[in-house]
């Protein structure tokens, strides 16, 4: 599956209530965890891959100088 342009799988694990995720960040980042439903681990795989472009996101720099000051 995709999401964001990012590749992720959940897969049923050895038990009923275990399902296993996997996010492909890129080539050499992969984050994987595991939730008791479907559901939930698609969730969070989501979840990750927002985490991960959130931190991507570069900031803007800040505006030097006093906001109250008049240009003369």
Do not use: N
């Amino acid at each position: 599956m995709e999401y964001r342009g990012k590749r992720y799988t959940v897969v049923q694990g050895t038990e009923p209530t275990s399902w296993k995720w996997t996010v492909y960040l890129d080539e050499h980042t992969v984050r994987s965890g595991s939730a008791p439903t479907r559901e939930t681990a698609r969730a969070k795989a989501i979840g990750a891959i927002d985490k991960a472009r959130k931190k991507a996101k570069p900031t803007p720099p800040k505006q030097g100088g006093y906001a109250g000051r008049q240009q003369s």
